[in-house]
Structures are given as C-alpha cells and as structure tokens.
C-alpha cells in the first residue's frame, strides 16, 4: 500500500485529523484534512471536536497552541526537530529584562514563541491580525515580540510606538528576499503583482502591493484581476496559490526562500507519528493556562 493510503487509514483508524501549514511540503498539504496560517490551523484544532488526535504539521510553536487550546486531545508533531528559530530568540530571561524597564507597558507577543514565552504576556498575535490586536489596546506604547520587522510593520500601520524585543529577532528565510531581485523580476513581469509576508524587510514591504500573512496572500490572489504575482515568503505557499488559482501564475521572489524546520515533515514522519503516536506535544501547567489565556485574549479582540 501506498504510504499516503497508510496514512489516510491509520488516520481513520485512530480518529486522527491533519492539520498542515501552508509552508509544508505539497505531498503533505495534499493529504491533510486542512492547510492554512498559524491562526486558522489553531482555531480548526478548536472545531474539530470528534478528534481524538492532531497530527499538527508545521513547526513547535504552533503544534504547541494546539495542544494548549486542546488539552483533551493528543496532539503530535511529526518530526521532534521542527522548531522555529524565531521562536527560540525571545526566552523568559529577556523578557522579565524588559518588563522591569517597562512595568506599565503591555506585552504583546507573536504566536511564533514558545509557550514558556506566551505565559508572560497580555495577549497573542499572529501576522493576520497583529495590527488589529495592537489596536484593540489601551495603549499607546506596547512591547511586542520576538519579529522586528512585524514590530515595525505594525507601528507604521497603527502609529503606536512599538519596542520590539528582543531587539533584533528575526526570521532567518524571511530575510533572504532582497527588493533587487524583486525588481529585476518587475523587468521580466512588469504586470506582476509582488505579495510581501510582513516578516520581510522594511525595504522588501516598500515595493509590495500587497502585505500580508500566507492565508491573507491567498485570499488576495484568489480575488485579484492580475495574472501573474512575485511572492516572497517561503516556498511552500506557492503549492496552495497554484492548487487554488490554476490559471494564474506564481513566482517566488528567492528561489532559495526554504524554511527547512517548516520541510522536516516528511510524508514517512507523518506515517511514522500516527502509528507510534509521537512526539506528543504538551505543555506542563501552570504555563499551558498563562499561556492559554493569551491566546483567547487574541481570539476575543478579533472573533
Ligand atoms: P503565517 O501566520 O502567515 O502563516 O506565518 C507563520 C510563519 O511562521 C511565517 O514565517
Ligand atoms: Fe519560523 Fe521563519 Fe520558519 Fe516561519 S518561516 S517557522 S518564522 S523560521
């Protein structure tokens, strides 16, 4: 038997649902339940209440939400070593550094951290609604984490001062698109439509028509009039824009733009976590509550 025929019986076999990334690779896209961003995967979690277990295909931090919105189920990431670097440059340490500078500043955090992180802030976002959440607060400065660039992004759109911590967290694919290359791609399309994920530069987000999360990317492209659209962010959505646009034509900006902790997801790690139900994916309390409450703020303010 084919190894995505094993999985689709093992997955009914175990009451088992598959959630994937829109960065994961297209032979796992194609057999998950769902593909989408980091916020529609957490709330498909949250819907799918006949599952018993989630089979959460993207990298540690989301996989980690996942179990904390659900912890009546099991939840499973198929490859132990899928973590965001992003999510490991913001620790607990620094954030207490920073809370002491500014006891009356709210913290707001990306969903790119690590659940130890999440404990210690007012309320979660992700780069769908991260503008949304900052405006929502009574508040004129805010201390937001780990992205710079989402930092950044965020202040120019809400015209609140926003500290980025740690000062210079990143996304190392993110970074790898250069506004030169966009443009000499402009010169071979210059009908093209150029979508920037707001983890990008500040330079890279000048020349976009569009900013947005994956998801948002998507939605956009699927409405938009124009045929062809440069896209930086990483690989993988090109799969989903492909699938759900066929008529249109996508360019990655970098042809190198690979989030190899988004690729260690083989369809044989999926086959083998569903089978040995590993690697289990749950966060010890107190912190999976401090954590969970941050999360719903964030649901709270956007529904
Ligand atoms: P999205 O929420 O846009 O899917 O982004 C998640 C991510 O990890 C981007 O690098
Ligand atoms: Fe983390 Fe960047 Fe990979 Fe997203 S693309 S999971 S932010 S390293």
Redesign the pocket.
Known sequence: MALDEKILQLKREKKAIILAHN?QRPEVQDIADYVGDSIELSRKAMEEKEAEIIVFAA?DFMAESAAILNPEKKVLLPSAGAR????QMLTVDEIKRWRVLYPLVPLVLYV?TLASAKAYCDVCCTSANAVEVINALDAETVLFGPDHNLAEYVQEKTGKTIIPIPERGF????LLFQPEEVQALKADYPDAVVMVHP?CTAEMRKIADFVGSTSQMCQYAKKSNAEIFIVAT?EGLLHRLRRENPSKRFVLAYEGAV?P??KLNTLERIYLSLRNERHVVKVPEPIASKARKALEKMFEITH
């Open positions: 960065y990298v965001c670097p992003m999510a790119n996304c190392p694919t993110h983890e990483e989030c902790n988004m």
